[in-house]
Every structure is written in C-alpha cells, then in structure tokens.
C-alpha cells in the first residue's frame, strides 16, 4: 500500500499535523467573537464550523444606554457636579428665594421649599405694612386737605367780613359828612338836590316847591306842634316808614323819602300838589 493512500484515524494518539496560519487566525477570532445573541444553539454550532463565515453579533440598545450613563456620571464627577447640582439647576426659583431670603437677613432652612414659603410669607407681611402706610398716609392727606380748606374759608370769611366792616364805615362817614353838610345847606342847597333828583324837569320842580314850600317852608327841622308831622315833606311817623327811610332832620334825606312818597301815591310832585289844592292836605 503506497503512503499517500494511507489515512490516520482522528483519534489516534500520534502526532498532529500543525494547524495552517489561516485556520489558527480563523480559530482566534471564533474564540474572541462575541455569539450572536438572537441565534440558536444550532447556528452557533453551524457557524463555528463554517470558519469565517460566523454570524455577526447583534448589539443590544440596552448596552449602549448603560454605557452611555456611565459616561455622564464620570463627566459628572470630574466637573465636580452631581445629584445636588442638578437638582439645584432644576430648580432656579428655590435658588432665588434662597438668595433673597440670605439678603433680608432670614435664615433659610434645609428645605427650598421651607425657605420658599417663609420668604413669601415675609413679603406679604413687608405688602400689609406697605398698605397700611398708604391708608395712613391717604388719610393724612384729606385730614390736611381739609384742614387746608376750612383755613381757607375761614380766611375768605374774615376777608368778607372785613369787607363789609370797611363799606360800613365808608357809609358812616359818609352819612356823617352828608349830616354836617346838611346841617350847613341852605334852602337853595335843598331846591338844587331836589332838581337833580327829578332830573331837571322844571314843571315837576315847581309843582313841589309850592307843595312842600306851603307845608314846611323847605325847613328841615319844622315840627307840627299837634301832630308827628316833621320835616320838608312834614311826614307823620307812620309815614316815614312806608317810605324806607328811617325820620331823621337831614334834609337831602328827607327830600328823597318825598319824593318816594309822592311817585307811589301819586304818580308825581304835580299829582301830589293837585290833591293837597283840593283837599288841603297830601
């Protein structure tokens, strides 16, 4: 029998012919590989023996999660930042009222949310005291307001009656300087007034100088011995008042309460001197 139709059985025990350089790599990377995960027992078997041509491993997502979390918590720890920073990032409100609250001088607790509240209920007290220093000072404001206005009234009273103070006694001296020149007129003085006062209608002015030039001569302080009859116009005391004017021995005064006299009973010096030519009296 020639050798090379001779054949070693596989489980002899001589020496084994060295493995090629192909199948030892081939064989490495079988032993490196990863299986597939989704493949059978079967087709791992049936890849292992097909050398190269083996199954290519799936990849899982949950492996690439995990990794992925793992390298957030070593960036976490180099940049110093941790659970707390991010939780502090997550809440910038909880920061702020810390913030505030370490400015007004209150001491925060533990909790943001603690710090949060007694914060906000510090400000709400600060608002009340803030309103209540409005109302105050609004009511402040009217109570001056008004002040302010009964001065003023008060001030525009005493201006008013200092007004009236200074006509009155305008009037008084006045009447006193009218008395004193009444006192010196003469009965031409007295004719001249009365003219002026019936605006020169010399008619009218003749009808009374003969009217009351017959009753008192133009005498201002004549007197009828039997009655209250007084004056130019000789007017009884009931009859001085009817006119307005009060009796008196200025004798322009009682010219005008004449003439007031005769106008309403009758109509004019000329109606009044008719009656007293016929009946002797006016």
Known sequence: MSARHTARP????????????DA???TAELATAEPATDATPEETVAAVARGRHRLVPARRPAMYLAAAAVGAVLVNVLL??????????????????VSVADQLGITAPADATAAATELSGHLQELAASRAQREDSEAAAAQTQAAA??????????????AAAEAAAAAQAQAAA??????????????????LAQLGGDEREFSCLENLWGRESGWNPTAQNPTSTAYGIPQFLDSTWAGTGIAKTSNGFRQIDAGLIYLDERYGSPCGGWAHSEATGWY
Do not use: L, R, V
């Open 24 to 26: 030892t790599t081939e």
């Open 177 to 194: 300087a009218a008395e004193a020149a009444a006192e010196n007129a003469t009965t031409q003085d007295f004719h001249d007034y009365a």
């Open 148 to 161: 302010d206005q009964a001065a003023a009234e008060a001030q525009a009273a005493a201006e008013a009656q």
């Open 80 to 97: 110093g930042t941790g659970p707390a920073a991010e939780a502090e990032s997550a809440d910038p409100a909880a920061q702020q009222a």
């Open 10 to 21: 596989a489980d002899h025990d001589g020496p084994q012919p060295a493995p090629s350089a």
